[in-house]
């Protein structure tokens, strides 16, 4: 009896997931026929990077010591031509033993890994790791992702023809301990979701972190990566993109390549609770800011509770 209530519950969440999902496809649809195009000033034309061109990937860390020496360890194993890379780690104010792992995996690897500080959320974690970085490109890799296997080689060319990548996004299913029917029934919501963003960050241009976005650090400084984007406390990835947007409806192009390789991100929170409980949360939160104009300061307050 058991088993069979559990079947239903996976049946159930697999019907919700695609019922979510279609409503994200359809605001999403809706909402990129309504973006207006605008080219901010010091944007530059878009030309070939060199093939030894440098990479910083900078990681904004907040209580993230469960992740984060699997994440640092991957980016060294993974990157095709380690000597053009580096890392740099952002203490957001954690606390956990987050940094000591940091300190000690920097130890143990043959890998350039930086670490800074900084207070009042991801944008400005983000803000504080670019400013340090020393790449012509910036990668921004949450602490729970893994990155595939050349992942430099792929980014430099894709910022050779565009202003932004992002990789295919994906649930790392090597963290999914269920067995049997149940976790055949289980992983279905996993599946649509990975398509539907697909989908999402393709066609409608709208990756979002979990991705691992990158661009020129010319083209972040000019897109207001230092300044705008600084200021807020979560959903910067969701304001980069959305100029990213602007600029190509002005420029009449897409201005964000999706690579076809994924970014295998941690489930944790899908784990926590249902793939549709929590996608539809998310769903909830993004109609607000698209349509009733929340600010990231208040999305934080909503999603988290608390003021930053």
């Not at 606390?95 to 009042?120: A, H, N, Y």
Request: charged share 25%.
């Amino acid at each position: 009896m058991a088993l069979l209530i559990d079947n239903a519950k996976a049946l159930f969440d697999i019907a919700m997931i695609v019922a979510v999902q279609a409503l994200m496809l359809a605001q999403v649809s809706f909402g990129y026929y309504r973006v207006k195009g605008e080219a901010p000033e010091g944007v530059t034309v878009r030309e070939d990077l060199p093939k030894d061109a440098t990479l910083s990937i900078v990681i904004p860390a907040y209580r993230e010591a469960a992740t984060i020496e699997a994440t640092l360890r991957r980016v060294a194993q993974a990157a095709s031509w380690p000597s053009r890379c580096e890392v740099v780690v952002v203490d957001a104010g954690g606390g956990d033993d987050t940094m000591p792992i940091v300190q000690r995996v920097k130890k143990e690897l043959d890998f350039d890994i930086k670490t800074t500080t900084s207070t009042g959320g991801r944008g400005p974690a983000v803000a504080a790791g670019a400013a340090k970085a020393k790449g012509q490109a910036l990668l921004v890799l949450h602490a729970d992702t893994l990155l595939p296997y050349a992942f430099d080689d792929r980014i430099i060319e894709a910022l050779g023809a565009n202003y932004a990548c992002c990789f295919r996004f994906a649930v790392d299913r090597t963290q999914i301990e269920w067995k049997g029917l149940l976790r055949w029934l289980r992983l279905v919501p996993f599946e649509v979701m990975e398509r539907t963003v697909s989908i999402r960050s393709g066609f409608f241009q709208l990756p979002f972190g979990d991705q691992a976005i990158a661009c020129r650090k010319t083209t972040f400084a000019a897109l207001g990566g230092f300044d705008e984007l600084a200021k807020a406390p979560m959903l910067e990835d969701y304001l980069l993109v959305q100029k990213l947007r602007r600029l190509g409806k002005a420029l009449g192009t897409r201005c964000i390549t999706q690579l076809g390789v994924p970014a295998r991100c941690h489930p944790r929170r899908w784990l926590a609770r249902p793939v549709w409980r929590v996608n539809w949360t998310n769903q909830v939160i993004m109609v607000q800011v698209a349509y009733r104009g929340l600010t990231p300061q208040q999305v934080f307050e909503l999603y988290y509770g608390r003021r930053v």
